[in-house]
């Protein structure tokens, strides 16, 4: 019977470790965010509201500081600094508050893919659409030169963007993509916001994108969406898959390197993934990474291919996980048969 009080102390050991101590360790080292919203607006704003009420409490925190120490300079300075930041995540929220009203106006309106295909010269000017024989207007080296990265294809992007998200990507990029404290008038965005021309724009917009939807094929692997969304900035090594952006380019556009993604479904998981590109300044406040709008579906995919790359054994290494405890198992057993005929003896 001893054994059995020793074995159940080892069982309840290990699983006080396992499902007590374990997962409270995680939500220490990784604060607690909501899960990945792919309805964007409500992501934008769930998200601005946060950083504001930090800023509330960050404010609190600098004047209670300074009314202990009135002649405090830096507090002083401190409590100013705090009040401009949350002017400017005020700021933030309304911005996407009239970004998101626009694009839900443009989502009401039936998309003409016809007048769309003759609008889509306003993207050709950088973009290539391979599907329909449009290459890109200038080759790698120009582009990485000219934008630090190399432009994307836009043969996949109808599918693979959600389709609110194109709107509002094609009306005001920086915002759209997160990056507006990086990019602004002195350090313009790359990609310019559509103005229209001339007619309704909020039309021009549903006619691009209806174009966009009308082009792209169906069934998208894995690996497709990978190249359509990430790999302009970050290198696959163990697939062999390499950015076409030069890397220094790169690095002065984004103003740090992109890495490399073969092991980070190993060290962040899939659950981290899914809200970093969704929306990577939720989980990294002030990240160089841009949102990438990508449908629900679309963000499996690149899941599911970083799974495939980068954890390629896992369910070998599950079945000899279940294959082992078995033995194991069986082992007990005959030791334990095995233990109790030698000591009835010795008694
Ligand atoms: C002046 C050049 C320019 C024009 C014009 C332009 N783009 Fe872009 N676009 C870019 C660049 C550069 C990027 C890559 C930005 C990056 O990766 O940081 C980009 C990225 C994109 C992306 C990928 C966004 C993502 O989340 O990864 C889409 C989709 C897109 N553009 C659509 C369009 C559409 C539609 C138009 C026409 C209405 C257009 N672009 C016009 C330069 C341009
Ligand atoms: C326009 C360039 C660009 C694109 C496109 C892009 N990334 Fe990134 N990514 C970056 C940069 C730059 C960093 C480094 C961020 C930093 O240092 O703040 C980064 C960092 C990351 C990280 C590391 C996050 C961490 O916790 O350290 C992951 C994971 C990632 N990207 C995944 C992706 C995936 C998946 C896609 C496609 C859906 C993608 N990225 C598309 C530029 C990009």
């Not at 993604?261 to 659950?271: C, P, T, V, Y």
Request: proline share 5%; net charge negative; glycine share 6%.
């Amino acid at each position: 019977m001893k054994e059995l009080k020793i074995l159940a102390v080892l069982v309840i050991f290990t699983l006080v470790t396992y499902i007590g101590i374990e997962p409270f360790a995680h939500t220490q080292l990784s604060p607690h965010t909501a899960p990945a919203d792919f309805n964007y607006e409500q992501e934008d704003t769930a998200l601005a509201k946060v950083r504001i009420e930090e800023a509330k409490a960050a404010l609190t925190k600098a004047e209670a500081n300074l009314a202990k120490q009135p002649d405090n300079e830096n507090l002083a300075k401190a409590v100013q600094g705090a009040k401009q930041d949350l002017e400017a995540r005020e700021n933030d929220l309304s911005a996407y508050k009239t970004l998101w009203e626009q694009v839900n106006a443009i989502s009401t309106l039936n998309g003409n893919a016809e007048s769309g295909a003759e609008l889509f010269v306003a993207c050709t000017a950088c973009h290539g659409l391979k599907s329909q024989g449009f290459e890109a207007p200038f080759d790698n080296a120009m582009s990485s030169e000219s934008y630090g990265v190399v432009i994307p294809d836009l043969s996949l992007a109808g599918a693979v963007y959600d389709k609110k998200f194109l709107a509002a990507l094609i009306i005001n990029p920086t915002q759209a993509l997160k990056l507006s404290k990086k990019f602004n008038d002195e350090n313009p965005f790359p990609m310019t916001p559509f103005y229209g021309f001339g007619e309704d724009l909020n039309q021009e917009v549903a006619d691009i994108i209806a174009y966009l939807k009308s082009v792209t094929p169906q069934n998208i692997s894995d690996k497709e969406t990978f190249d359509t969304a990430c790999v302009r900035c970050h290198d696959i090594k163990y697939d062999a898959f390499y950015s076409p952006s030069e890397k220094s380019a790169l690095k002065r556009y984004m103003g740090s390197n992109p890495p490399d993604l073969s092991m980070m479904i190993r060290s962040r998981g899939a659950e981290y993934l899914e809200s970093f590109i969704n929306d990577p300044q939720k989980k990294l406040d002030g990240t160089a990474m841009p949102r990438v709008g990508l449908t629900k579906e679309h963000t499996q995919k690149v899941i599911n291919y970083l799974d495939k790359i980068g954890d390629s054994k896992k369910d070998e290494r599950r079945n000899v996980g279940i294959g082992m405890v078995i033995f194991f198992a069986i082992l007990a057993f005959f030791a334990y048969k095995w233990k109790n005929g030698v000591w009835r003896e010795l008694h």
